[in-house]
């Protein structure tokens, strides 16, 4: 069965400190992994899709990486506007239109 | 901006008074969603519309049913609410790249509250 893993639940950092967002997933085959930011009371928001194994995307702090088991999402410096959830969200090649998603990771971040 | 309007943004209703939430879009895209998320977990798929081909999800309840009488809107329709169906309800589009659905841009999201 398709499955995504998110962890941590919950992540609080101070301003500055840098850490990383871990989505393990389990497909029969990957077409793609998408990461997508979601504030509260708001539907999330797309930040980044990753293809093959070894690829990685950058933008402002946040760098996505992605192994054949496993993504993560760095975040570099972080500033109290980085607070949020990370949804992680996988899509197999077995279904044309379908997305598992993660349960996310809820950054909360101190200034 | 071409983008994803969820209306309402909030929605009181009772106990088994039926609610409609609607989705507009102005980026054209062909494929529709339509999610349930409640607090602290992954958004659940509830159906899915490929132009007018409807797909519902096998464990979506027979409560829960969806219109899209054009490209650009789509409907929610719950005809008996229950106090465990009060979520954010979340529509999404995605274009079609190479066959593929692609990346899902979402709405703001209705949140319904069930008394």
């Known amino acids: 069965e398709d499955q995504v893993t998110q962890s941590p639940e919950a992540l609080r950092l101070q301003e500055g400190e840098s850490s990383s967002l871990n989505c393990s997933y389990t497909?029969?085959?990957?077409?793609?992994l998408f990461w997508y930011r979601q504030d509260p009371g708001k539907g999330p928001e797309f930040l980044f899709t990753?293809?093959?194994a070894g690829e990685e995307k950058e933008k402002e702090r946040l760098k996505a990486t992605l192994t054949k088991k496993e993504s993560f999402l760095h975040i570099t410096a972080p500033k109290p506007e980085d607070s949020a959830t990370y949804l992680c969200?996988?899509?197999?090649?077995?279904?044309?239109?379908?997305?598992?998603f993660g349960t996310g990771t809820r950054l909360k971040v101190l200034a | 901006d071409a983008m994803v309007i969820q209306n309402p943004r909030y929605q009181v209703t009772q106990f088994g008074k039926p609610v409609t939430l609607s989705c507009s879009q102005t980026?054209?895209?062909?494929?529709m969603y339509w999610y349930q998320q409640k607090s602290s977990q992954a958004p659940k798929l509830l159906f899915h519309?490929?132009?007018?081909?409807?797909?519902n999800e096998a464990d979506t309840p027979d409560n829960f049913q969806s219109r899209r009488p054009n490209t650009s809107f789509c409907f929610l329709d719950i005809r008996s609410p229950g106090l465990g169906d009060a979520a954010m309800y979340l529509c999404?589009?995605?274009?079609?790249?190479?066959?593929?659905?692609?990346?899902?841009?979402f709405g703001a999201g209705s949140r319904l509250t069930v008394l």
């Open positions: 980026l054209n895209h062909n494929v």
């Open positions: 519309y490929y132009d007018k081909d409807f797909n």
């Open positions: 969200a996988v899509q197999s090649t077995s279904g044309t239109y379908k997305y598992i």
């Open positions: 999404a589009t995605s274009p079609l790249t190479g066959g593929w659905a692609n990346v899902l841009t």
């Open positions: 990753l293809y093959s």
């Open positions: 497909v029969s085959g990957l077409r793609g």
